[in-house]
């Protein structure tokens, strides 16, 4: 076990109220920090307590104010530690001043403190405040509690106690997620807390941060078969409220042996990461004497992060955790940050002043790249659809891609594989995929595939908006405009008709943009040069191959039957065919259609063209 830094005394404390206002006054006054005053009341385990944070924290200091507090409920507390609130915010307001409105002032708080007894922590006081907070991203807001003023009294002196520099050790438990490890923390895994003893690598180290991550309510989190417990035996049973198993008989839900007290565990921070860690008052499920937060108050830590309600934390929050203590960053705005696009409320609230009370940077979480999405949208609407048969042939490639997809669309995979990783990999198989999808439609124009104009088009409606005039191949105006789909299974198609020419072009947004160059005629016999026009929005391989009518194949040749050529985003890139007459082609009109496919969008132009008698003599 890490034995206590030798040097002055951190904590005086203090049983009786009047000695206790004295020594803040004498504190408050001193040029010279002295040490803190702690009103332990007749609460031995407090006194416990502070004797066990002399192991943490070497030194006092005035910590820096919130630019704002308020305080609920002083009448009820000593007067000495109503002194010793008092410089921990700039300007103290009422509490009828708690809200939205509070944050609409101009200028508005850049930090917010809040401090009362538990009972005063309740939805009217809190809910409304944390929530507009968690709105005006860069707000600090803290909260300063404690079950009794005996308890807040000690949470109070330990926000003017500084953590000794040799306090280094970082540490993350989790009974839910096999983190990857990152070179300085300790990380005990799901694997670990099942194989090892980790009673005494909990409670032994001197922890500056460490987080708890499991499954559990107010009362508990579950690490394996340890359990993170919160039972204070110090605290009055409140017996018209609801408590765990252990309330009502001597058996605990989990073994005996393996519950970990959180008050002994000696860190200096500690972060629950577990459902509803610190209900508000009025919305606990057990009996306060039980709660996570409130035995973590009680204990050494100085800064204690919790969970205000149910949350889904999870590989993304421990990553972003571990890489923020490593660099000294605030835990709370880090994992709200993180979860931002998985709920709309704080998923944690910060107990204790943070060491910077000023304006928490703001943090954007990483979104999935556009590519992924796209790629998934057009997954769905080719497999959950009717419009690809059981047994058509991309079928199996398509549905292997979507299974990855599933996968990496997951909130833990860019932490668990890698952004760049993911992307690295889906490009790959883009681009496999793609020139499957080309290589069927060169060898059966008629696959299900080229249907998707019409199948998505009946499943859509015009968007008027998006109709305009546009020029067809044939030189003269035609109309492009997007057909919006009505259903999940269907994509937006963007279609060119050209009142001569018919349907010029069809493709789902987002896909290469086709034109198709060629003389207007050739001769029975003689050979037709195509020029493929496209213009992608990426820069990766676009597949294109072209085809005639089933009645007009046996009669012509193409070369080649397909080609590939690399798209540069913005400019018009092209491919060569050479088509070739049969001199016993009836003469007549025909058409031709070019296929081009880009990231699993399939696009499509068609030009006419005659086929004249061949020259006499021929």
């Known amino acids: 076990m890490s034995s206590a830094p030798s040097g002055p005394p951190v904590f005086s404390v203090h049983s009786d109220e009047a000695d206790y206002q004295a020594a803040v006054g004498t504190f408050l006054g001193a040029g010279t920090p002295t040490a803190v005053p702690v009103w332990v009341s007749s ?23 919130y630019t704002r507090g308020v305080l609920l409920g002083a009448d009820a ?7 010793l609130i008092r410089p921990l915010a700039s300007e103290w307001l009422p509490a009828d001043t708690l809200g939205p409105e509070l944050f609409a002032t101009d200028p508005g708080p850049r930090s917010l403190l809040i401090v009362g007894l538990y009972e005063q922590l309740t939805l009217e006081h809190v809910r409304d405040t944390a929530l507009a907070a968690h709105a005006h991203a860069g707000l600090n807001l803290a909260l300063l509690t404690g079950r009794d003023a005996a308890s807040l009294a000690w949470f109070t002196a330990k926000q003017y106690a500084v953590t000794a520099p040799g306090v280094a050790e ?7 997620d096999r983190p990857v490890a990152i070179e300085g923390v300790r990380v005990f895994d799901e694997r670990r807390l099942e194989a090892e003893d980790i009673q005494p690598q909990v409670l032994d180290p001197l922890w500056r941060r460490v987080m708890f991550q499991g499954h559990g309510k107010d009362d508990s989190i579950n690490l394996a078969e340890f359990t993170l417990c919160g039972l204070s035996e110090a605290a009055p049973r409140h017996p018209d409220l609801l408590g765990p198993r252990c309330a009502y008989g001597p058996d605990c839900y989990k073994p005996k042996d393996k519950l970990i007290p959180l008050h002994e565990v000696r860190a200096a921070e500690i972060v629950l990461s577990s459902c509803n860690s610190a209900p508000l008052a009025d919305a606990v499920v057990y009996d306060p004497k039980y709660q996570l937060m409130l035995n973590a108050i009680d204990g050494t830590a100085k800064d204690v992060v919790a969970a205000l309600t149910v949350h889904d934390s999870d590989r993304p ?19 709200n940050a993180s979860i931002g696009t998985a709920q709309p409320y704080p998923a944690f609230l910060h107990y204790g002043l943070a060491d910077d009370p000023g304006a928490a940077p703001e943090q954007v979480p990483q979104q999935p790249d556009p590519l992924l999405l796209t790629t998934s949208a057009r997954l769905t609407a080719y497999l959950a659809s009717d419009l690809l048969p059981h047994n058509n ?11 990855k997809v599933e996968q990496w669309v997951a909130r833990q995979e860019p932490v668990a594989r890698g952004p760049e990783r993911i992307m690295s990999d889906l490009t790959a198989d883009l681009q496999s995929l793609d020139h499957t999808i080309a290589t069927a439609l060169a060898n059966d124009p008629e696959n299900e595939l080229a249907d998707y104009p019409g199948y998505f088009g009946v499943r859509s409606v015009l968007d008027p908006a998006s109709v305009r005039t546009v020029e067809c191949n044939c030189g003269r105006p035609a109309q492009e405009f997007t057909k919006k789909a009505l259903v999940h299974t269907a994509l937006d198609t963007v279609t060119v008709i050209c009142l001569r020419c018919g349907d010029v072009s069809f493709q789902v947004p987002g896909s290469p943009e ?52 690399k798209a540069v985003p913005g400019k018009e890139v092209e491919a060569s065919f050479k088509v070739t007459v049969h001199s016993d082609t009836p003469a007549q009109a025909y058409y031709m259609t070019a296929f081009a496919v880009q990231d699993l969008g399939v696009s499509t132009g068609r030009r006419h063209f005659g086929v004249t008698s061949a020259p006499y003599g021929d």
């Open 77 to 83: 507390l000593p007067a000495g530690l109503v002194e």
């Open 43 to 65: 609460r031995a385990d407090l006194a416990a307590s502070a004797e066990q944070a002399s192991a943490l924290y070497t030194t006092v200091a005035r910590p820096t104010p």
């Open 393 to 403: 042939v991309l079928r199996p490639r398509l549905e292997k891609l979507a299974h």
């Open 170 to 176: 970082l540490g993350l438990f989790t009974a839910t």
């Open 514 to 565: 086709v034109w198709i160059e060629a003389a207007d005629e050739v001769a029975a016999g003689g050979t037709l040069d195509v020029r493929v026009r496209v213009r992608a929005g990426r820069r990766a391989p676009v597949g294109i191959s072209l085809f005639v009518p089933r009645y007009l194949r046996s009669d012509c040749t193409i070369e080649p039957d397909r080609q590939k050529v």
């Open 317 to 335: 929050e421990n990553d972003a955790w571990m890489r923020a203590v490593l660099a000294g960053a605030p835990s709370t705005p880090t994992l």
